[in-house]
């Protein structure tokens, strides 16, 4: 299996400009997990999906944030505009609710963002 | 409100030395329970889990923790560490319910000197 796909693993951009990162969750998985990474808040959880379907958003940060899930095999997280402040490391993470790996996250490899 | 803390942010060790990470979590219900690490430049990856049975749970590069119900806590143990361990360590608690969303603690970074 080729795990959890993230792109870009690297972006910089400019504040003000639309971002968008992509996900492809390991085949099978039906929870989708967004995290993001900073020095000073740690691990925080912004979304999650299960079934394709927004469970919890009480993390995503503002209006600015919003994620989808068009289908079970692709999402995207996307800030608009995007602000310094947003710079962060972005993991996606997918899990299955049945089976041996049952409450398991796998993450992908990240997606760096920097807003200049 | 579910947490998860972890007690030491930064522990330096000469190798071979014996490690031992702190972890108390605060969530009503059945717990189940993870430790992730993450070396530099990569993503998390699991540890070892605890979802019921034995308290003592073995995980991979000699790794182990032992859960302690009455004390909320899953401490992440490993008798001699090497300079390979260096690296972040995150403790982590879900539900029962297995929706796979996991509140994390802040992390340990560990750093190995050899």
């Known amino acids: 299996d080729a795990g959890v796909i993230q792109s870009p693993r690297h972006e910089v951009t400019e504040m003000g400009q639309e971002v968008t990162l992509r996900c492809k969750p390991i085949?099978?998985?039906?929870?989708l997990f967004w995290y993001r990474q900073t020095m000073m808040r740690g691990l925080e959880l912004l979304i999650y999906?299960?079934?394709?379907?927004?469970?919890?958003d009480s993390g995503m940060p503002e209006d600015r944030f919003s994620a989808k899930m068009p289908n079970a095999s692709f999402s995207t997280l996307k800030i608009q505009p995007s602000e310094p402040r947003d710079s962060a490391v972005y993991f996606c993470?997918?899990?299955?609710?049945?089976?041996?790996?049952?409450?398991?996250?796998?993450f992908g490899e990240g997606s760096r963002l920097t807003v200049l | 409100a579910q947490s998860v803390s972890q007690h030491n942010h930064h522990v330096i060790l000469s190798e071979a030395a014996s490690l031992e990470l702190g972890c108390n979590y605060s969530y009503g219900g059945t717990v189940n329970l993870f430790w992730y690490v993450q070396y530099p430049g990569q993503h998390l990856q699991l540890l070892l889990k605890?979802?019921?049975?034995?308290?003592l749970v073995k995980g991979i590069k000699g790794f182990e923790a032992e859960f302690i119900k009455s004390k909320f806590s899953f401490n992440l143990r490993k008798p001699s560490v090497q300079w390979s361990d260096t690296a972040e360590y995150f403790c982590a608690v879900t539900g029962s319910s297995n929706t796979g969303k996991l509140i994390f603690g802040q992390g340990t970074t560990l750093q190995v000197k050899p």
């Open positions: 999906f299960n079934n394709n379907v927004p469970i919890d």
């Open positions: 085949s099978g998985h039906n929870s």
């Open positions: 993470a997918s899990s299955s609710t049945t089976g041996v790996d049952i409450g398991e996250l796998f």
């Open positions: 605890y979802f019921s049975g034995d308290p």
